[in-house]
Nanobody, 126 residues
Framework: QVQLVESGGDTVQAGGSLKLTCTTRGMHWGDFCMAWFRQVPGKERTYLASIDDRRDINYRDSIKGRFTLSKDIRTSTLFLQMNNLTPEDTGKYYC????????????????????WGQGTQVTVSS
C-alpha cells in the first residue's frame, strides 16, 4: 500500500522560508514521478512542481526562483524548499506520486494523479 506523508508546514511571516518533506512507503515501482500541489479552500489543487523518472524537474512559473524541489533518490523522499514566502503561498500542500508511464504533463493534472498524501498546512502572514 502506497503511503505519502507530508510534514514541515507551519505559520511564518511574509519573506520567511519553510522546507516541506514528503516521506514515502510502499512504492515498489522501478520508475515513477512525484509532485507538489497546493490547495486553498474552495478550489482544486494547483500544480507547483514535479520530478519525472529521468530526474528532470519542472516548476510552475509563479514559483520559479523561490521554490526548489529535490528528492532523495535512496529513500524516495521528496522535498520542497520555499523561500521568500508571500500570503498568496498560503494553503495546504500535498505530495503526489504516479508510477511510470508519467510525465510533467500528467503530473500537472490533478485528475490523472493516483496517489496523494494527507497534506500539510502552510500559512503566511503579512
Amino acid at each position: 500500500q502506497v503511503q505519502l506523508v507530508e510534514s514541515g508546514g507551519d505559520t511564518v511571516q511574509a519573506g520567511g522560508s519553510l522546507k516541506l518533506t514528503c516521506t514515502t512507503r510502499g512504492m515498489h515501482w522501478g520508475d515513477f514521478c512525484m509532485a507538489w500541489f497546493r490547495q486553498v479552500p474552495g478550489k482544486e489543487r494547483t500544480y507547483l512542481a514535479s520530478i519525472d523518472d529521468r530526474r528532470d524537474i519542472n516548476y510552475r512559473d509563479s514559483i520559479k526562483g523561490r521554490f526548489t524541489l529535490s528528492k532523495d533518490i535512496r529513500t524516495s523522499t521528496l522535498f520542497l524548499q520555499m523561500n521568500n514566502l508571500t500570503p498568496e503561498d498560503t494553503g495546504k500542500y500535498y505530495c503526489a506520486v504516479d508510477p511510470y508511464p508519467c510525465s510533467h504533463g500528467t503530473m500537472a493534472q490533478e485528475s490523472l494523479v493516483d496517489f496523494w498524501g494527507q497534506g500539510t498546512q502552510v500559512t503566511v502572514s503579512s
